[in-house]
């Protein structure tokens, strides 16, 4: 099981951009899919991006589209989750998830076997 940490979270005010990083051990990134997903206080976890293996096909929430970009760098074993023209509603604690074969339920929790512990990202008004 690849063991996954998050990086670069922070307090930005609403407008600007952070970039999110994962960086995996144990195993290889390059070996899994990829995928972020954010929990808001008071809110269920939800499904931010994926980049999955296969094609290299990324998905998106309707809500981040066009804003935020999902890549990674598989010399470097990591994933990053640009985040651009962040709002208020993006405030929440992003967690990096990875699994070996993810097909196209990229939005359920259940599909990911590995999980960070999250970073947490507030955007002010």
């Known amino acids: 099981q690849v063991q996954l940490v998050e990086s670069g979270g922070g307090l930005v005010q609403a407008g600007g951009s952070l970039r999110l990083s994962c960086t995996a051990s144990?195993?290889?990134?390059?070996?899994?899919?990829v995928g972020w997903f954010r929990q808001a206080p008071g809110k269920e976890r939800e499904f931010v991006a994926a980049f999955r293996l296969s094609g290299s096909t990324t998905d998106y929430a309707d809500s981040v589209k066009g804003r935020f970009t999902i890549s990674r760098d598989n010399a470097k074993n990591t994933a990053y989750l640009q985040m651009n023209n962040l709002n208020p509603e993006d405030t929440a604690v992003y967690y990096c998830?990875?699994?070996?074969?993810?097909?196209?339920?990229?939005?359920?929790?259940?599909?990911?076997?590995?999980w960070g512990q999250g970073t947490q990202v507030t955007v002010s008004s």
């Open positions: 998830v990875a699994h070996l074969l993810v097909g196209t339920a990229v939005r359920s929790t259940t599909t990911w076997g590995s």
């Open positions: 144990r195993r290889t990134l390059s070996s899994y899919s």
